[in-house]
C-alpha cells in the first residue's frame, strides 16, 4: 500500500479496466492534499496563465502583461507561459519543503500533473532555469531539471546563470529591475527553434523574461514556459 508524499496516510488504490488498459499515472498523493491543491481556472491571461478579474484585465491580458508588453526592452520575450496552480499557503510550504529543505521525493507527485499540461504545448526544445553554481551547491539539486529527469525528459542547458541574491528576499520592483543574470551556451542548437523552460514558480515573470529574451536574441523562434505555480 502506498503513502502520500506529503502528508504520508495510507492510500486506497482502486484499479479499475479503463486506468489498466489506458496506463493512467498513478496518484502521488492523497484526496485531501490534491483538494488543497488549487488548479487554475476559468478565464486567464493569453500570455501569463493569470485567472483574469474584470478590474485587472484589458482584453484577453492582465494588466502586469499589458505593462510587459509596453515595455520595448520586454515586448514579445515570451510567447505564453503555462501555470497549473495557485500559489496558495499550502503549496508554498510544499515547495519550501522540496526545493530550500532538499525533500526530493515530493517532486514525484507534481509529474502527472506536468505531464497533462505539456500535451497541450508545442516545442521542439526543453530546458530549465539554471542555478548559479553558488545556490546549486547549496542546494544540492536544481528543482526544475529534476522535473524533467522524472518526466523521462532529456532537458538542453542552454542556460548559465549569474549568482545574485534569492529572489524571494526581493520586491517586485527590484525583481523586474534586475540586469541580465543569464548567458546562452552553444547557440547553434536553437536556431530557429521553438523552446519550452519549465521552472517551479511564475511570480513577476522576471526571470522567465529575461532568459527568453537572451534566447530570441540567441537565434530561437519563440519562447514559451511551464511553471507548477504562479
Known amino acids: 500500500m502506498r503513502r502520500c508524499l506529503f502528508c504520508d496516510e495510507k492510500m486506497n488504490e482502486i484499479l479499475t479496466w479503463r486506468s489498466l488498459l ?12 490534491e483538494s488543497r491543491l488549487e488548479k487554475i481556472g476559468g478565464e ?105 529527469d522524472l518526466l523521462g525528459l532529456e ?6 546563470r549569474v549568482h545574485t541574491e534569492k529572489q524571494s528576499k526581493k520586491s517586485r520592483k527590484e525583481r523586474i529591475s534586475l540586469p541580465q543574470v543569464f548567458q546562452v551556451t552553444g547557440t547553434d542548437v536553437i536556431q530557429n527553434k521553438s523552446i519550452l523552460i519549465l521552472d517551479d514558480i511564475y511570480t513577476t515573470g522576471s526571470t522567465l523574461r529575461q532568459a527568453a529574451k537572451i534566447l530570441k536574441i540567441a537565434g530561437a523562434r519563440e519562447v514559451s514556459s511551464i511553471t507548477l505555480a504562479r
Not at 502527472?112 to 546549486?136: H, Q
Not at 532537458?155 to 548559465?160: C, P, S
Request: proline letters at 2%.
Open 44 to 148: 486567464t491571461c493569453q500570455v501569463c496563465s493569470r485567472e483574469l478579474e474584470e478590474e485587472f484585465r484589458k482584453g484577453d491580458r492582465c494588466l502586469d502583461c499589458v505593462r510587459w508588453e509596453k515595455d520595448e526592452k520586454w515586448k514579445g520575450s515570451i510567447t505564453k507561459n503555462v501555470s497549473i496552480f495557485h500559489y496558495n499557503e499550502y503549496l508554498k510550504d510544499i515547495i519550501a519543503k522540496y526545493k530550500y529543505r532538499g525533500d526530493y521525493a515530493l517532486a514525484e507527485a507534481f509529474v502527472p500533473f506536468l505531464r497533462e499540461k505539456m500535451k497541450e504545448m508545442d516545442f521542439e526544445i526543453i530546458t530549465v532555469i539554471p542555478l548559479s553554481e553558488e545556490r546549486l551547491k547549496e542546494r544540492g539539486f536544481n528543482q526544475a531539471q529534476a522535473f524533467t
Open 155 to 160: 532537458a538542453m542547458h542552454l542556460l548559465t
Open 22 to 33: 489506458l496506463k493512467v499515472e498513478a496518484k502521488m498523493i492523497c484526496e485531501n492534499c
